[in-house]
T-cell receptor, first 114, second 114 residues
């Protein structure tokens, strides 16, 4: 089984719909992240959480919200999806550390908003 | 704020030729630098990281990178390309505190020609 599991793997939805992307991990890591990948733009950080009670906005948080339900679960919601949110979404986890520990990525969720 | 610039969105090399993927960083303090690789339909995985212990860093699959402060660069190299190296490569930077999430470059797609 994968250490970082994202569901669903693919999703097609319509403009204005609410959608949730889920991420669960068995790594036991405190830190979890949501990134989106767009061709030519690389990965951009949406939200991150350093522990269950900690939520932080990333570079592009507008139009998104998150919930850290437990150490192992971190969900990303699009309250009212729009076409420019069509992208590949990645969840990642890491341990705290200095220097920083490596990120472990899920396989991604391809979201299409029509 | 830290950032990285990857020069060249697409690099094409012949099998057996040198691979050189360029990354320049911008940081007001000594950064931590990373190279990640993304194979088709997969999440990212760590190739190598620079944490100030040594300027020449060796990673997996024969890749290495050299930190050059004078040039603010962290270029990725491999002496001899293999077909299996075809992937997208991302340079990333983290602040020195260890408490800031990684900031990724826009990526470089490597094609290997037989």
């Amino acid at each position: 089984d994968a250490d970082v599991t994202q569901t669903p793997r693919n999703r097609i939805t319509k403009t204005g719909k609410r959608i949730m992307l889920e991420c669960s991990q068995t790594k036991g890591h405190d830190r979890m992240y949501w990134y989106r990948q767009d061709p030519g733009l690389g990965l951009r950080l949406i939200y991150y959480s350093f522990d269950v009670k900690d939520i932080n906005k990333g570079e592009i948080s507008d139009g998104y919200s998150v919930s850290r339900q437990a150490q192992a679960k971190f969900s990303l919601s699009l309250e009212s999806a729009i076409p420019n949110q069509t992208a590949l979404y990645f969840c990642a986890t890491s341990d705290p550390g200095h220097p920083p520990e490596k990120l472990f990525f899920g396989s991604g969720t391809q979201l299409s908003v029509l | 704020a830290q950032s990285v610039t990857q020069l060249g969105s697409h690099v094409s090399v012949s099998e057996g030729a040198l691979v050189l993927l360029r990354c320049n960083y911008s940081s007001s303090v000594p950064p931590y630098l990373f190279w990640y690789v993304q194979y088709p339909n997969q999440g990212l995985q760590l190739l190598l990281k620079y944490t100030s212990a040594a300027t020449l860093v060796k990673g997996i699959n024969g890749f290495e990178a050299e930190f050059k402060k004078s040039e603010t660069s962290f270029h990725l190299t491999k002496p001899s390309a293999h077909m299996s190296d075809a992937a997208e490569y991302f340079c990333a930077v983290s602040g020195h505190s260890g408490n800031t999430p990684l900031v990724f470059g826009k990526g470089t797609r490597l094609s290997v020609i037989a």
